[in-house]
């Protein structure tokens, strides 16, 4: 009986070893995980790093825009700033 139960262990994970590496080797499983999503399909990994580079460039180029705006945004303040003493020095004086 021991035996049995071993040998049906080894059977069961081999199984779920098998179907967890649907996809051949340079593809990677897009979809199909999960109880909403069902199939999926095997993607070319280059096409991934190619996503994910383009991804990192508009992350760094957003964050550049974004510096931009709160450097115009500073520079705008004291400028206010400035136009708003002039103005109580002339309602004052």
């Known amino acids: 009986m021991k035996k049995l139960l ?27 995980t999960g109880s909403h999503h069902k199939g999926g399909h095997c993607n070319s990994s280059a096409e991934k790093d190619r ?17 931009k705006a709160e450097d115009g945004a500073q520079k ?10 002039q103005f109580e020095k002339k309602v004052t004086g």
Request: aromatic share 6%; hydrophobic share 40%; with cysteine.
């Open 76 to 85: 705008n303040w004291k400028k206010a700033k400035v136009d708003a003493t």
């Open 51 to 67: 996503i994910q580079n383009g991804l990192k460039k508009d992350a760094s180029q957003t964050h550049k825009n974004w510096k």
């Open 6 to 32: 071993t040998a049906l262990m080894v059977a069961s994970s081999a199984m779920l070893a098998f179907s967890a590496t649907a996809c051949p080797q340079g593809t990677h499983l897009i979809g199909g």
